[in-house]
Structures are given as structure tokens and as C-alpha cells.
């Protein structure tokens, strides 16, 4: 079958006008095949080294066809392609250029995101460890190898590229940010231990900012952001918000965390919470934002000895601790660095926490010191908060806001106890409601609600504002663009800024020419340069400088500002995007309840007209009920008559009832009876075949167990006749080991004994050992009495006192050698049958019986 399939592939991609259609129905076939044969992984390895070989002798990368009907067919065989040879060998083989082509139609690039977030998902086929090492390796191509828009080295290699390859880089970026979206939104907390792991180094931080920022922008977001909340890239991004310098990642971030503070309170308040005192200190570093002037670029050697302005911020430089382990990113674009607004964030923060808020501007370290909440500097809190600062800051966002309803019924302590407020609402409404907050859009909402009938000019008036240079709104505007005689007035970059700022302040406003953000000399050319013929006009734009490795130090200035600018406006509309999303869908909401008020208010108008025509009908019953009277008088009279006449009757008809009702009562006492003794004589025949049918039923069901039950006291009588065997050999085990304890018993008495004999052989040695030198001695004496006797003669008495002690000497030396012998004996004979006990005990265990009496092995 994988020969079909790939004989089918090679010929597809030799010939264009061959059916992919019919090659992808043959694919799907062989999945089918594969996936119910117990031989898939082979089939599935033979087909990988076939289409190796077609890829290296068939594929031309420059042909999209080939490409993309190679492309389908992976994709295809994605339910049965292993993670480790897609992350292997097709990543870079494939899907690495194909996600790198411009030119390359959407399904097939489609299809390689597909390829590519299916091998990160198959996490279970026991490559866990390359899995991982693969999704590293995608973060790290989106930070190293895509196009950086916070580096300035990228900047300047971007002015170099031509249209292609600028092409080509902003496609391999927005696709690799593709995979790493929807693979977060399947596996969100895989993407964010990556997104973590990387967000330690700073140099990656500002890029990593604006994937997060991306990613909360989602629309999935919602359902896993309770996942973010407890996980530890939670903790960095809080510090990179309270330690880092760098303006424009604090200003990311600060999107960032309004987008999350409302989608925090409907998924994980109680998260939120816990984060609370650390929020109001990334407030408070915002209040008192250390800003940096801006750098005046020397345009003359003169200029150049002029020694710089200090910093505004001339406080102590603040120290991290020792165990903190963070690398403070600083600034990470030249120029000024202005104070990033903290006004949405304040305004959900005031939203949700009215009292914390207000408690912690009144007293900002005490507020931290209560909640536990240490320093990440070397100094305590009261030396990196002013306080008066602080409170100087807030007025004007306290004066700003309206007062919050729960400032009166609650204190801080409540409102992290108590429950929550919002537990029923979504985070289109906490959204709109927070803003309304905001006295510039309340006033708007006011105007709104209250008024006239004149909607077209006011939603010109407050809306749209006016560039004409009144207030009413109602003139034309002076600041067009002007096309009548074929010119076009450009908008600079700082009239975008300053338009956008005016725009967003939702107040009628004159829009006056905006000062010059950048100064002229900044993008001057060079004094090397030589001077343009056409630089006379003011129209034409200054030629680029050279993009060399000396680049002067005015364009570098100038592309980091404008580059911070673009970063700031491009995190500022994902912001607005994401803002007028949640708006819509609050929109929505009050137009179903503008659509169900509109309709009680129509049901009430109903029930209204369905009263005025009841209470018509009442009338009209009330008067037919007075006619109705009226007629019941006569006709009662009548009646009174007519009664008189009937009772006579009456009176007969009750003598003839009686009658009739007596034979009534017979006859059916008799029916009755018969009835009762047709009943007995049927509830008899039921229960009789009933009890029949139930013994019948109760044989068949019980004559299994009565053939069960023989065979069972036939095993009883087997059992019981192996039980006596049993006893009886558990008897003679008995019996045995009563024996074998005797045996032990005179084992241990002869042992005893035989020491007590050897101890007593050894005296009898030592003495026999001494009798022996007095032997010898006596021997001695005596030769050398003979001796004596030779030289002299000797008396009579003396030699007959000597022979008789030595004949006494003889004797009692003869009856100690019988003694040893006999003792010799014994202890022979008594070793003899501690050898024969020996024998009779050695290689048993436990009681000694003999093995055939037991009755399981000898029946």
C-alpha cells in the first residue's frame, strides 16, 4: 500500500495536470489502513523513508505545487506521523521554508501550521524530552531569527532589505506567532513555562512582552486564563512591571495587565486578590516614575565639551536583594522616556477595590507592611516610596473619578472578605462600567443619555471633533487634504500622535499644529554628505543616510524614537482593538436588554387595553345581572305552584321506588353471592396453578444445586476422610517431634556429660603427668642410690624402706593407666553416639517426620 501511495505522489509531482484530489482520498485510505493494522509503525516508517527519497529526487523548492501538494500529503498523514519525525527531519526538510515563502497560498501554509502544532501536541508517544526541546526551539527562532521590533540592529538590517525579503521575514514572523497562539491556546501552560524560562534574559523581554500582549488578546483567552494566574510567569511579569526601567515594556505590560485585571475577576478572583498588594505597588512606581530627559545629540564639537544635563531623578539608585535573582532591563530604546499613564489602570483597580485603593494612596508602606509584602530592594519600602509623592500624583486621577458607591458600605478588610460584587458579571460590562468611572466618560455617557432630539449633531459634536477651531463642532473643518490641484498634504507622524490623542479624550476639542517631537536636526544629513539638488523644496524628504557600520548618531536617535513610537502605537491599537471588542459585546448585551424592556413595555400597553375592555364587559354583566332578577321573582312564584303539583307525585312514585328497590335488593344479593363464589372458586384455581407452576419453576431451578449438593457431600466424605488421615499423621507428627524433643534432651545430657568427662581426662592426665616426673624423679634417686650402694654398703633397713615405696610407687601408677583407659573407652563409645545422634538430625528443619505420612502427598 505505501508503494501505491508513493508511486501516486512521485507522478503528481512530475506531472501538473495529474488529480490531488485523488492522491489525498489514497492517503486518507492508507490512514485508515494503518491505523487498524497491527504493523502500522512499520508501514508508517517505509512510507517516511519513500517519501525521503521522492523529496530529495522530485521536490523543487522554487515550484509552489510541489510544495504544496507535498504539504497536503503530510498533513494528511498527520494522525499517523510520530512528533519525532515531523520535529526531525520535516521541520526543516518542509515546513521551515514553506512558513517562510510569501508566496505560498494560505491552505498550504495552513496545512504547515497544522504539521507543526501537531507534533508540539502529541506529547504521549514517549518523545516528551525532544517535544520539549522542539517548542524551545520554535521561542527561540521567534526571538532570535524573526524580525525584532525593539532592536535597533534589526531596524537598520530592515532599511537594508528589499521588498522580497522583507516579505519573507514579516511572514516567517507572523506565522511563528500563528503556532505559538494556537498552540497556547491548546496547551496554555506549556507555552507560558517556555515563555517564562526565556523571559530571565532581558535582552528577549520587550520581544516576549509582545507575544504575551498578542496572546491575552485572544479571544479564547477567557476560558485558560485562570491558568495564568497561578502560574509562575505571573510572578515575573509582576516583576518585570515593579523593578524593570524601560518605558516601553512598562507600557506593554501596563496594556497587558488592563486587558487582565477584568478577565481575572470573572475567572480567578480569588487569585486576584492575593496579587492585590502588589498591583497597588506597581501603581505606586508608576506614580513616581523616575523620567529621564531628553539626550540633545552634539551637532558641533563645541556642543560636544557642553557636559550633559543631569537626570531629572536625582534620588538614590535603589539596590535589588541578593536572593532576588532578576536582571533589571533598562531602557531599551534611546530618547526621553516619559512616565507611562496609569489611568485605565488605575480606573479597574479603583473599579474592583475602591477601599484598598484609597487606603493604600493614603498610606502606601504602611499598607504593604501590614500585608506582608517584602522589598525586592535592599532598603524597606519607606525608602522607595515617597508617599507625599505619591499622594501628589494620585490627586489628579482621584479628582478625575467619580466616588464609588462601596467606598460608603464597605472598608478594605470587607471587600476581600466579603463576597464580590462583580461574581455576575462578564468582562465586556466590568470593562464599560469601569470606564464610566472616568469623569471625562461619564460626562460623555450624561450627554448622551440626556440628549436632544438633534442626534446628528450631537454625535458630530461629541463624537467627531471639530478641527475647525471652534467648540460648537459645527463648522468645517480647516485640515484637509488637499487634492484639487493634483498636491497631497502629508500628516506627520507627530500630528498622528497628537490627532489620536485628541480624538481619544472624547471632548470637544481644536486641534492646533503640533510642536516638533523631533527636532530637525535629527534627521539633517551629515555634514559628509554633499547637499541634493532637489533638497531646495520643502516637500521632497531628505535622502536616507548610509546604513553603514558608523551610523552618526542623530539617525540612530532618531530610528530608536520612532521605533519606540511604533511599539508604543502598535501595543496601544491592540489595546484599542481589544477595548472596542469588549465594548461591542457590552453593546450587545444592552441591546437585548433595550429589545426585552421595549418588549414588557409593549406587554404592558396590552394588558392595560385587555383591563379597560374587562371592566366594559363587567358593565354590561351587571346590568344583565339585574334583568336576571327580575326574572327569578316571577319565576320563583311559579315555582311555588309547580312544586305542590310535583310532590303529589312525588309521593307515588317514592310507594312504587320502595317496590321496585326491595326486588332491587334481592336480586342483587343473589348476583352478589354468585359473583363472590365465581371469584373464591377462580382465586382457588389461580393460586393452586400458581403454586404449581411456582414448584415446577422451583425444581428446574433448584435440581442444578441438589446435583451440586451431592457432589458436594460426596467431597465432604472425601474431606472428611483426608481430615483423619491428616489428624492421624499430625498425631504421629506430634508424636515425633515429643521424640525428637527426648533425643534433644539426652543429646544435650550427653554433651554435658562427655564435657564433664573430658574435663576429668584432663585432670587425670595432669596427674599422671605429675606422677610421671615423680616417677622420673624417684628413678633418679634410685640410680643414684645405686650408685651409692656400689661405692659403699648401705644398711639393711634403708634398702628395704626404698623397695618397698617404690613397689608402692608401681602400684599406684598400674591402677592410674587402668583408670586412663577405661576413661579412654568410655569417651569413644560416647563420641560414637554423638556421631549417630549427629547423623539421625543433620538436613531436617523443625519437627523430624517421616514424608510419607502425610496424607496430601500420599493419599
Same mark, same amino acid.
Given at each position: 500500500?505505501? *508503494?501505491?501511495?508513493?508511486?501516486?505522489?512521485?507522478?503528481?509531482?512530475?506531472?501538473?495536470?495529474?488529480?490531488?484530489?485523488?492522491?489525498?482520498?489514497?492517503?486518507?485510505?492508507?490512514?485508515?489502513?494503518? @491505523?487498524?493494522?497491527?504493523?502500522?509503525?512499520?508501514?508508517?516508517?517505509?512510507?517516511?523513508?519513500?517519501?525521503?527519497?521522492? $523529496?530529495?529526487?522530485?521536490?523543487?523548492?522554487?515550484?509552489?505545487?510541489?510544495?504544496?501538494?507535498?504539504?497536503?500529503?503530510?498533513?494528511?498523514?498527520?494522525?499517523?506521523?510520530?512528533?519525532?519525525?515531523?520535529?526531525?527531519?520535516?521541520?526543516?526538510?518542509?515546513?521551515?521554508?514553506?512558513?517562510?515563502?510569501?508566496?505560498?497560498?494560505?491552505?498550504? !501554509?495552513?496545512?504547515?501550521?497544522?504539521?507543526?502544532?501537531?507534533?508540539?501536541?502529541?506529547? *504521549?508517544?514517549?518523545?516528551?524530552?525532544?517535544?520539549?526541546?522542539?517548542?524551545?526551539?520554535?521561542?527561540?527562532?521567534?526571538?532570535?531569527? %524573526?524580525?525584532?521590533?525593539?532592536?535597533?540592529?534589526?531596524?537598520?538590517?530592515?532599511?537594508?532589505?528589499?521588498?522580497?525579503?522583507?516579505?519573507?521575514?514579516?511572514?516567517? /514572523?507572523?506565522?511563528?506567532?500563528?503556532?505559538?497562539?494556537?498552540?497556547?491556546?491548546?496547551?496554555?501552560?506549556?507555552?507560558?513555562?517556555?515563555?517564562?524560562? $526565556?523571559?530571565?534574559?532581558?535582552?528577549?523581554?520587550?520581544?516576549?512582552?509582545?507575544?504575551?500582549?498578542?496572546?491575552?488578546?485572544?479571544?479564547?483567552?477567557?476560558?485558560?486564563?485562570?491558568?495564568?494566574?497561578?502560574?509562575?510567569?505571573?510572578?515575573?511579569?509582576?516583576?518585570?512591571?515593579?523593578?524593570? *526601567?524601560?518605558?516601553?515594556?512598562?507600557?506593554?505590560?501596563?496594556?497587558?495587565?488592563?486587558?487582565?485585571?477584568?478577565?481575572?475577576?470573572?475567572?480567578?478572583?480569588?487569585?486576584?486578590?492575593?496579587?492585590?498588594?502588589?498591583?497597588?505597588?506597581?501603581?505606586?512606581?508608576?506614580?513616581?516614575?523616575?523620567?529621564?530627559?531628553?539626550?540633545?545629540?552634539?551637532?558641533?564639537?563645541?556642543?560636544?565639551?557642553?557636559?550633559?544635563?543631569?537626570?531629572?531623578?536625582?534620588?538614590?539608585?535603589?539596590?535589588?536583594?541578593?536572593?532576588?535573582?532578576?536582571?533589571?532591563?533598562?531602557?531599551?530604546?534611546?530618547?526621553?522616556?516619559?512616565?507611562?499613564?496609569?489611568?485605565?489602570?488605575?480606573?479597574?483597580?479603583?473599579?474592583?477595590?475602591?477601599?484598598?485603593?484609597?487606603?493604600?494612596? /493614603?498610606?502606601?508602606?504602611?499598607?504593604?507592611?501590614?500585608?506582608?509584602?517584602?522589598?525586592?530592594?535592599?532598603?524597606?519600602?519607606?525608602?522607595?516610596?515617597?508617599?507625599?509623592?505619591?499622594?501628589?500624583?494620585?490627586?489628579?486621577?482621584?479628582?478625575?473619578?467619580?466616588?464609588?458607591?462601596?467606598?460608603?458600605?464597605?472598608?478594605?478588610?470587607?471587600?476581600?472578605?466579603?463576597?464580590?460584587?462583580?461574581?455576575?458579571?462578564?468582562?465586556?460590562?466590568?470593562?464599560?462600567?469601569?470606564?464610566?468611572?472616568?469623569?471625562?466618560?461619564?460626562?460623555?455617557?450624561?450627554?448622551?443619555?440626556?440628549?436632544?432630539?438633534?442626534?446628528?449633531?450631537?454625535?458630530?459634536?461629541?463624537?467627531?471633533?471639530?478641527?475647525?477651531?471652534?467648540?460648537?463642532?459645527?463648522?468645517?473643518?480647516?485640515?484637509?487634504?488637499?487634492?484639487?490641484?493634483?498636491?497631497?498634504?502629508?500628516?506627520?507622524?507627530?500630528?498622528?500622535?497628537?490627532?489620536?490623542?485628541?480624538?481619544?479624550?472624547?471632548?470637544?476639542?481644536?486641534?492646533?499644529?503640533?510642536?516638533?517631537?523631533?527636532?530637525?536636526?535629527?534627521?539633517?544629513?551629515?555634514?559628509? @554628505?554633499?547637499?541634493? %539638488?532637489?533638497?531646495?523644496?520643502?516637500?521632497?524628504?531628505?535622502?536616507?543616510?548610509?546604513?553603514?557600520?558608523?551610523?552618526?548618531?542623530?539617525?540612530?536617535?532618531?530610528?530608536?524614537?520612532?521605533?519606540?513610537?511604533?511599539?508604543?502605537?502598535? @501595543?496601544?491599537?491592540?489595546?484599542?482593538?481589544?477595548?472596542?471588542?469588549?465594548?461591542?459585546?457590552?453593546?450587545?448585551?444592552?441591546?437585548?436588554?433595550?429589545?426585552?424592556?421595549?418588549?414588557?413595555?409593549?406587554?404592558?400597553?396590552?394588558?392595560?387595553? /385587555?383591563?379597560?375592555?374587562?371592566?366594559?364587559?363587567?358593565?354590561?354583566?351587571?346590568?344583565?345581572?339585574?334583568?336576571?332578577?327580575?326574572?327569578?321573582?316571577?319565576?320563583?312564584?311559579?315555582?311555588?305552584?309547580?312544586?305542590?303539583?310535583?310532590?303529589?307525585?312525588?309521593?307515588?312514585?317514592?310507594?312504587?321506588?320502595?317496590?321496585?328497590?326491595?326486588?332491587?335488593?334481592?336480586?342483587?344479593?343473589?348476583?352478589?353471592?354468585?359473583?363472590?363464589?365465581?371469584?373464591?372458586?377462580?382465586?382457588?384455581?389461580?393460586?393452586?396453578?400458581?403454586?404449581?407452576?411456582?414448584?415446577?419453576?422451583?425444581?428446574?431451578?433448584?435440581? $442444578?444445586?441438589?446435583?451440586?449438593?451431592?457432589?458436594?457431600?460426596?467431597?465432604?466424605?472425601?474431606?472428611?476422610?483426608?481430615?483423619?488421615?491428616?489428624?492421624?499423621?499430625?498425631?504421629?507428627?506430634?508424636?515425633?517431634?515429643?521424640?525428637?524433643?527426648?533425643?534433644?534432651?539426652?543429646?544435650?545430657?550427653?554433651?554435658?556429660?562427655?564435657?564433664?568427662?573430658?574435663?576429668?581426662?584432663?585432670?587425670?592426665?595432669? *596427674?599422671?603427668? !605429675?606422677?610421671?616426673?615423680?616417677?622420673?624423679?624417684?628413678?633418679?634417686?634410685?640410680?643414684?642410690?645405686?650408685?651409692?650402694?656400689? /661405692?659403699?654398703?648401705?644398711?639393711?633397713?634403708?634398702?628395704?624402706?626404698?623397695?618397698?615405696?617404690?613397689?608402692?610407687?608401681?602400684?599406684?601408677?598400674?591402677?592410674?593407666?587402668?583408670?586412663?583407659?577405661?576413661?579412654?573407652?568410655?569417651?569413644?563409645?560416647?563420641?560414637?553416639?554423638?556421631?549417630?545422634?549427629?547423623?539421625?538430625?543433620?538436613?531436617?528443619?523443625?519437627?523430624?517426620?517421616?514424608?510419607?505420612?502425610?496424607?496430601?502427598?500420599?493419599?
Amino acid at each position: 500500500m505505501s *508503494n501505491i501511495l508513493t508511486r501516486q505522489v512521485r507522478a503528481v509531482l512530475e506531472t501538473e495536470g495529474s488529480s490531488v484530489a485523488d492522491l489525498l482520498v489514497a492517503t486518507d485510505d492508507f490512514v485508515l489502513e494503518c @491505523s487498524s493494522s497491527p504493523e502500522a509503525e512499520v508501514l508508517v516508517f517505509e512510507l517516511e523513508e519513500q517519501l525521503h527519497q521522492i $523529496h530529495n529526487e522530485v521536490i523543487d523548492h522554487s515550484s509552489l505545487h510541489h510544495i504544496q501538494v507535498f504539504l497536503a500529503v503530510l498533513y494528511h498523514l498527520r494522525p499517523i506521523l510520530p512528533s519525532i519525525s515531523i520535529i526531525s527531519s520535516w521541520f526543516d526538510l518542509i515546513l521551515r521554508p514553506a512558513l517562510r515563502e510569501p508566496k505560498l497560498p494560505v491552505p498550504a !501554509v495552513n496545512h504547515a501550521k497544522e504539521l507543526v502544532v501537531s507534533a508540539l501536541r502529541k506529547d *504521549n508517544d514517549g518523545h516528551v524530552d525532544k517535544i520539549t526541546e522542539f517548542r524551545c526551539r520554535l521561542l527561540d527562532l521567534y526571538l532570535l531569527d %524573526a524580525f525584532n521590533e525593539g532592536s535597533g540592529e534589526d531596524i537598520l538590517e530592515w532599511a537594508e532589505l528589499d521588498d522580497l525579503q522583507r516579505e519573507i521575514k514579516t511572514r516567517w /514572523k507572523s506565522n511563528l506567532e500563528d503556532i505559538l497562539l494556537k498552540y497556547g491556546q491548546e496547551r496554555p501552560s506549556d507555552l507560558m513555562t517556555e515563555i517564562n524560562a $526565556h523571559f530571565a534574559n532581558p535582552a528577549s523581554r520587550l520581544q516576549l512582552l509582545i507575544l504575551i500582549n498578542l496572546y491575552t488578546s485572544v479571544p479564547t483567552f477567557q476560558s485558560f486564563a485562570a491558568v495564568l494566574a497561578t502560574h509562575p510567569l505571573m510572578s515575573s511579569l509582576l516583576h518585570s512591571l515593579l523593578l524593570d *526601567n524601560s518605558f516601553t515594556s512598562c507600557t506593554i505590560e501596563m496594556s497587558i495587565f488592563v486587558k487582565l485585571l477584568p478577565i481575572f475577576a470573572v475567572e480567578a478572583s480569588e487569585a486576584l486578590k492575593s496579587i492585590l498588594p502588589q498591583l497597588l505597588s506597581i501603581l505606586a512606581k508608576m506614580l513616581c516614575w523616575r523620567e529621564r530627559p531628553r539626550r540633545i545629540t552634539p551637532q558641533s564639537p563645541e556642543e560636544e565639551a557642553v557636559e550633559e544635563e543631569p537626570d531629572q531623578d536625582t534620588g538614590p539608585a535603589l539596590c535589588l536583594r541578593d536572593d532576588l535573582s532578576w536582571q533589571v532591563l533598562e531602557l531599551s530604546l534611546d530618547g526621553m522616556t516619559s512616565a507611562p499613564s496609569p489611568r485605565h489602570y488605575y480606573t479597574l483597580l479603583y473599579y474592583l477595590f475602591p477601599c484598598n485603593v484609597l487606603q493604600f494612596l /493614603k498610606s502606601p508602606v504602611l499598607y504593604l507592611t501590614q500585608n506582608k509584602v517584602p522589598s525586592p530592594y535592599n532598603v524597606d519600602w519607606d525608602a522607595v516610596f515617597d508617599e507625599q509623592k505619591v499622594r501628589s500624583k494620585s490627586e489628579t486621577l482621584l479628582k478625575s473619578h467619580v466616588c464609588h458607591p462601596l467606598i460608603l458600605w464597605r472598608d478594605a478588610s470587607d471587600e476581600i472578605s466579603s463576597p464580590d460584587f462583580w461574581a455576575g458579571y462578564d468582562v465586556a460590562r466590568i470593562v464599560t462600567e469601569s470606564m464610566m468611572l472616568d469623569v471625562r466618560n461619564t460626562a460623555q455617557g450624561l450627554r448622551e443619555r440626556y440628549a436632544t432630539r438633534d442626534v446628528t449633531t450631537n454625535h458630530h459634536s461629541f463624537g467627531e471633533p471639530s478641527l475647525s477651531g471652534s467648540d460648537d463642532g459645527r463648522k468645517t473643518p480647516k485640515h484637509t487634504l488637499d487634492r484639487s490641484e493634483g498636491e497631497t498634504r502629508l500628516i506627520s507622524l507627530e500630528d498622528m500622535i497628537a490627532t489620536s490623542v485628541a480624538l481619544k479624550s472624547n471632548l470637544n476639542v481644536k486641534i492646533a499644529p503640533a510642536a516638533a517631537q523631533w527636532p530637525t536636526s535629527l534627521f539633517a544629513a551629515s555634514p559628509s @554628505s554633499p547637499p541634493s %539638488a532637489d533638497s531646495e523644496s520643502p516637500t521632497d524628504a531628505p535622502p536616507p543616510p548610509p546604513l553603514d557600520d558608523k551610523t552618526p548618531p542623530h539617525i540612530a536617535q532618531a530610528i530608536s524614537g520612532l521605533q519606540r513610537e511604533v511599539l508604543l502605537l502598535r @501595543s496601544e491599537l491592540n489595546f484599542e482593538l481589544w477595548l472596542s471588542r469588549e465594548n461591542v459585546k457590552h453593546i450587545g448585551r444592552l441591546y437585548q436588554s433595550r429589545t426585552l424592556s421595549r418588549d414588557a413595555e409593549v406587554e404592558r400597553q396590552g394588558l392595560y387595553n /385587555k383591563l379597560r375592555k374587562y371592566r366594559t364587559q363587567v358593565a354590561a354583566l351587571e346590568a344583565e345581572l339585574q334583568n336576571n332578577k327580575a326574572n327569578a321573582s316571577s319565576t320563583k312564584e311559579r315555582f311555588a305552584d309547580w312544586n305542590t303539583e310535583l310532590q303529589n307525585k312525588l309521593s307515588d312514585f317514592r310507594e312504587q321506588k320502595k317496590k321496585w328497590t326491595k326486588e332491587e335488593t334481592i336480586l342483587r344479593t343473589a348476583d352478589k353471592q354468585a359473583k363472590a363464589l365465581f371469584e373464591a372458586q377462580g382465586k382457588l384455581l389461580a393460586e393452586a396453578s400458581k403454586e404449581v407452576f411456582g414448584l415446577q419453576t422451583q425444581i428446574k431451578e433448584s435440581q $442444578h444445586k441438589i446435583d451440586r449438593l451431592h457432589d458436594y457431600e460426596y467431597q465432604i466424605e472425601q474431606h472428611i476422610k483426608v481430615q483423619r488421615l491428616w489428624d492421624a499423621d499430625f498425631s504421629k507428627f506430634n508424636d515425633r517431634g515429643e521424640e525428637l524433643r527426648l533425643m534433644k534432651t539426652q543429646y544435650k545430657q550427653m554433651e554435658m556429660r562427655l564435657q564433664c568427662l573430658h574435663e576429668s581426662e584432663a585432670r587425670l592426665e595432669e *596427674n599422671a603427668r !605429675v606422677y610421671r616426673r615423680q616417677i622420673q624423679a624417684l628413678e633418679a634417686q634410685l640410680l643414684q642410690e645405686k650408685r651409692k650402694t656400689e /661405692k659403699a654398703s648401705r644398711r639393711p633397713e634403708e634398702i628395704a624402706a626404698f623397695v618397698a615405696e617404690k613397689k608402692r610407687l608401681m602400684d599406684a601408677n598400674a591402677h592410674l593407666l587402668e583408670d586412663n583407659a577405661t576413661l579412654r573407652e568410655e569417651i569413644e563409645e560416647i563420641t560414637a553416639m554423638v556421631e549417630v545422634l549427629r547423623g539421625q538430625v543433620s538436613g531436617r528443619k523443625g519437627l523430624v517426620s517421616d514424608p510419607r505420612a502425610s496424607p496430601i502427598l500420599y493419599g
